[in-house]
């Protein structure tokens, strides 16, 4: 079964930093392009970051300066490093990812890691 993986999530205070990941399973041979979004109860999902097999990245404009995106291509790994945490940045967090498998590329998306900051 094709895997992404987050981990990382968890209960922090105003101010702290956490760091995401996004791993995939030995079943995926690359992952091309990845996003990681976020889902707040009683809103929709919106798109944090994103980061390209060459490392491209881009942000949305209310983590820019706070949260960094990067990749270990190595590692079949992506990374959310948000740091200056909000309480408005409690959210379900998401990675997706365009992975290579077996049968070719396909989209997929991972089960989500709870980030709660309290203030």
């Known amino acids: 079964q094709v895997q992404l993986v987050e981990s990382g999530g968890g209960l922090v205070q105003a101010g702290g930093s956490l760091r995401l990941s996004c791993a995939a399973s030995?079943?995926?041979?690359?992952?091309?392009?990845v996003g990681w979004y976020r889902q707040a109860p009683g809103e929709q999902g919106e798109l944090v970051a994103s980061?390209?097999?060459?490392?491209?990245?881009n942000y949305a404009e209310f983590v820019k300066g706070r949260f960094t995106i990067s990749r270990d291509n190595a590692k079949k790994t992506v990374y959310l490093h948000m740091n200056n945490l909000k309480p408005e940045d409690t959210a379900v967090y998401y990675c997706?990812?365009?992975?290579?498998?077996?049968?070719?590329?396909?989209?997929?998306w991972g089960q989500g890691t709870q980030v709660t900051v309290s203030s």
């Open positions: 997706n990812a365009d992975v290579a498998t077996h049968y070719g590329w396909k989209n997929s």
């Open positions: 030995v079943r995926i041979f690359s992952i091309g392009t």
């Open positions: 980061i390209t097999s060459g490392g491209h990245t």
